[in-house]
């Protein structure tokens, strides 16, 4: 059925979050460092509950080269449903629906948005 939610929907990925259900604030954050060596991280952003969800830029990489960096992110605990174009995530500035809290940016980067 239609939907607005589909992958018909979506163009090319600009950016790869990368998000946690374990573990603490201070462990996401050591990881997200980590894989900042590999990926250009723009910014992290508090879910306004209990994880870190970080931002990359892949815009203009290729597809393989994003997915191996991906598959680094989910042998470090990372959520593998990210993947997926469609999925919902944290936004900037946006509410937690189901905690009421906001969801803060802790690191903003702008100079990591060139490809």
């Known amino acids: 059925e239609p939907s607005m939610h589909c992958l018909d929907n979506c163009g090319p990925k600009i950016f790869q979050v990368v998000e946690f ?3 603490t604030t201070a462990e996401h954050a050591a990881i997200l460092k980590f894989l900042a060596q ?15 969800h970080g931002w990359f830029n892949v815009k203009g990489r290729a597809e393989e080269h ?15 449903k990210m993947w997926s174009p469609v999925q919902f995530s944290r936004l900037p500035g946006g509410t937690n629906s189901k905690h009421q809290r906001h969801q803060s940016v802790v690191v903003w980067q702008p100079y990591n948005l060139s490809p």
């Open 38 to 52: 590999k990926m250009p991280l723009i910014l992290i952003v508090y879910s306004g509950g209990k994880s870190l």
């Open 21 to 23: 259900d374990f573990g």
């Open 66 to 80: 994003v997915l191996a960096f991906f598959k680094d992110a989910v042998t470090l605990g990372a959520d593998p």
